[in-house]
């Protein structure tokens, strides 16, 4: 597939089947698209002391983000540089001071460097020292580490990381901010969920507000069932503060508003969110307000995005203090993950808030994500059906917005959509062939 062909795939208000449904495809994004793009590897809390690890695969390639000895992090492929074999097999542990190659023994300091192999007067006089395999594990160039958030651009082409990311990186500067003393933990383990769909169907549903009132109306008229007749200003359980606001209404989704920024990036709910109406905790206000200042306390907490996007990885929620990652695994099958934050010096209530709403919300048989598995696995079914090969994106489309790579737009807007799609096509292209 060449350069016009993908072009054609992404017009102005549409796109086409294939980008879900092809594997060909698929194999192209995991050559150029996820290697020309950062992608969020994990957090520095999951490797807290030296030897620790965490095993990730991006783009169908196996990593292994490692503490070193003095602090550092660093990103090394997960491959014996012998035979190829995986050096660690769990998805986190520790290595110790150095790691072994359970095959043939091979073993490798924490940064990758050889450190022994068995028989070693057996490879005098070879050129081992000269090849690829004498030099140890390969690191990878592009790491960088964001306030503890590691991401990772496996290429060389595209843009540098604070270029890829620009004003998208505030999401997560208001989300370790929630601490009042700027650090964040995962705590709590985490929800995984294999659907069966293609990973950007995924992303669209990030920014798609139009969904809950149709998609999650039997979850929200449970909820109003048993909350019904209650005073307006009684305190609501937490399960209740938090599914409530998904049967708003469009007028409300509307008015959350959204911005798009470049490269794939979004935000919504720049106005307010169905995080806004969480209940007041003085006491943790005031903290904030003693750590940031009236000003910058009030920025943090007033701003409760619905999403914000970090394309095309990690959805990022300030308020609940949740992440989602999304790593696609075949061109119909996507693992998404939901992982909660405790903020350091803050009350329990908050990470008791992240908790509760990942597994609400997130988990594979809650009462919302339930229904959009349900949608997203017909969907890659229903795409297959033939007399039309386009997925609509024509929602408020107006021939101004190509061009302008920032802009604030109504919360219904499919921009924030098709400005996925763009960098999608956009990304693809960096190193395809004519």
Not at 125 to 132: A, H, P, S, V, Y
Not at 217 to 244: H, Y
Not at 253 to 264: A, K, L, S, T, V
Not at 295 to 322: D, H, M, T, W, Y
């Amino acid at each position: 597939m060449k350069r016009a062909d993908i072009a054609a795939l992404v017009q102005d208000d549409r796109v086409h089947r294939d980008l879900y449904l092809s594997p060909e495809l698929f194999a192209l994004e995991q050559q150029h698209f996820f290697a020309n793009t950062w992608n969020y590897l994990g957090h520095a809390s999951q490797v807290p002391a030296a030897g620790d690890y965490l095993a990730v695969e991006i783009a169908g390639r196996p990593l292994l983000m490692v503490r070193q000895g003095d602090g550092a992090i660093r990103v090394l492929y997960n491959r014996c540089a012998h035979k190829g074999t995986q050096l660690v097999s769990d998805a986190c542990g520790n290595a110790g001071k150095f790691f072994r190659c359970p095959y043939h023994a091979w073993t490798y300091k924490l940064d990758g460097s050889p450190l022994a192999i068995p028989l070693k007067s057996g490879y005098e006089g070879t050129r081992l020292k000269q090849c690829e395999s004498g030099q140890g594990m390969t690191a990878l160039k592009h790491v960088a580490v964001y306030r503890d958030f590691v991401f990772v651009k496996i290429g060389d082409a595209g843009p540098d990381f604070d270029s890829y990311f620009g004003e998208a990186l505030r999401s997560i500067d208001n989300l370790v901010d929630r601490s009042p003393v700027g650090r964040l933990r995962i705590e709590g383990g985490v929800l995984r969920n294999i659907v069966h769909c293609n990973w950007k169907m995924y992303l669209e549903n990030i920014n798609d507000t139009v969904h809950p009132m149709s998609t999650h109306e039997s979850a929200t008229a449970a909820a109003n069932a048993l909350w019904q007749g209650r005073p307006a200003d009684a305190p609501k359980p937490m399960a209740m503060e938090q599914i409530l606001p998904f049967g708003a209404g469009y007028d409300f989704f509307d008015r959350m508003g959204g911005r798009i920024y470049p490269n794939g990036h979004s935000v919504l709910g720049v106005n307010f969110s169905i995080h806004s109406g969480y209940a007041a905790l003085p006491d943790y206000e005031a903290a904030m307000r003693e750590a940031h200042g009236a000003e910058r306390a009030a920025e943090i907490l007033q701003r409760s995005p619905q999403n914000a996007l970090c394309f095309p990885s990690l959805a990022v929620k300030g308020s609940p203090q949740a992440i989602r990652v999304i790593r696609p695994l075949a061109a119909d099958r996507t693992l998404i993950e939901a992982w909660s934050f405790r903020a350091e010096g803050a009350p329990d209530i908050l990470f008791e808030r992240s908790m509760t709403y990942n597994r609400l919300v997130f988990s594979p048989m809650s009462v919302v994500a339930h229904d959009d598995v349900h949608l997203f696995e017909s969907i890659q079914q229903g795409l297959r059906a033939d007399g039309n090969h386009w997925v609509s994106l024509h929602r408020d489309f107006d021939a101004q917005e190509l061009g302008q790579d920032t802009q604030t737009v109504n919360g219904t807007n499919e921009l924030l959509m098709r400005n996925q799609f763009r960098a999608w096509a956009q990304f693809m292209d960096l190193t395809l062939q004519d």
